[in-house]
Each structure stands twice: as C-alpha cells, then as structure tokens.
C-alpha cells in the first residue's frame, strides 16, 4: 500500500515571496512522483513529475521539485510566486499501477 | 485544452432523477478512469476501465453505473442519488493501465437536492 500526506492544507504567501509546499509519501516499491495543480473550476493539470535520473525536476512556469529518497518526501518550491499562482496543488504517488493523491494544499498568493 | 473533455460541466438533479456523465479523451489512451472530489477528502478513484474493460471498481454503491463503449469514451450513469453525492466528478486517461501519468477533464460538478 502507498500513501501520501501534504503536511499543510492551506498556505497563504505573499507575492514575490518564496513557496514550499511539503509533500511527504510512503511505499514498499520504487515510485513515481507527481504535482497537480487545480484552478478554480477546473480539472486537474500535470505541473512536474519525477519518473528516474535527476532528482531535481523543474516546471515551465518556474516551480522545481526535488525528490529525496531517504526522507521519502518530494517538495513543491517556487523561488517568487504570483498572483497566477493561487490554486490547489496535489502531490501524487504511483507504483507504476495506482495513483494515489494526497488531500492537496490550497496556495493563496497576496498581493 | 487538455485533451479530455467532459459534459456537462454543471448538473443539478434531484434524488429520484436518472442522469449521465460524459466524457471524452482525445488522446489515444486505453485506460480511462472515474474519480470524485470531494471537500477535504483525497480523489477516490471509483472505476478502472483497460482497452474497455472494466478492472476496478473501488467499492462504489450500484447507484453509479460506468459505461465505456470504446476506447475513447466513458459515461458515468447515475440513478437515485444521495444529497452527500454531490461533489466534482472527474475523468482521467493514460496512455495504459501503467500510470505514469494522468490526464484530466475539467469535471462535472455534480448537486444533488
């Protein structure tokens, strides 16, 4: 069994300020580790993934995510966010068959 | 656009009401998937369908109904709701049943009265 737990359900930051948000998981197997990101209204869309090579894995839009096999977390940074960054953010874990989802943080950017 | 299409985006429907979800993936994928959404809960994956066949079924009541005629498409039926059924209803595919990846529609959000 695999799980995933996203140790913070909202964070408030504001803008041009720096971002974690912490995502930590367990599983018996090798995995692989994803961000969603949700807006308002919306379904859910691939932000990175980290599938094997390099632990560190960057988006288009400025966020990176580092997976760390001895702590078994993958946290979600992002060096100065926007106001287009407000939205729910799901860090996922798959063993290659299921993907389970942890419970989302919901990131609020103020101006 | 990413690819999966889902209708209708809004429904409202009463408890003795029948209605369907719809949804569409443009993607070439054989694995399609139903989840829901609800507050503060994580996504409940509820059904699995591989090359049109249905492989799971995560203890979901038999007042949801999964169809998937082909490859391409997945309807959702629903029959004698509960108002705690209301929530956003979402369709994913991958490429197959291996998940390295999935890909959402937008969702349905569903009411129930």
């Known amino acids: 069994a695999q799980s995933v737990t996203q140790l913070d359900s909202q964070v408030p930051v504001f803008e041009e300020a720096p971002v974690e948000l912490r995502c930590n998981y367990s599983?018996?197997?090798?995995?692989?580790l994803f961000w969603y990101v949700q807006y308002p209204n919306q379904g859910l869309q691939l932000l990175l993934k980290y599938l094997s090579g390099s632990t560190l894995v960057e988006s288009i839009n400025g966020f990176e995510a580092e997976f760390n096999k001895s702590q078994t977390s993958f946290h979600l940074r992002k060096p100065s966010v926007h106001i287009s960054d407000t939205a729910e953010y799901f860090c996922a874990v798959s063993d290659g068959y299921q993907l389970t989802f942890g419970k989302g943080t919901k990131l609020s950017v103020i101006p | 656009e990413t690819g999966v299409t889902q209708t209708p985006r809004h429904l409202v429907m009463g408890m003795t009401n029948k209605k369907s979800l719809k949804c569409e993936q443009h993607?070439?994928?054989?694995?399609m998937y139903w989840y829901k959404q609800s507050a503060k809960k994580p996504l409940e994956l509820m059904f699995v369908?591989?090359?049109?066949?249905?492989?799971e079924n995560n203890s979901v009541p038999s007042r949801f109904s999964p169809e998937c005629p082909n490859s391409s498409h997945l309807f959702l039926h629903l029959h004698t709701l509960q108002p705690e059924d209301s929530a956003l209803y979402l369709c994913?595919?991958?490429?197959?049943?291996?998940?390295?990846?999935?890909?959402f529609g937008q969702g349905t959000r569903l009411t129930v009265v």
């Open positions: 993607l070439g994928h054989n694995a």
């Open positions: 994913a595919s991958s490429p197959t049943r291996v998940n390295t990846e999935a890909f």
């Open positions: 599983s018996s197997v090798s995995v692989y």
């Open positions: 369908y591989n090359f049109k066949e249905q492989t």
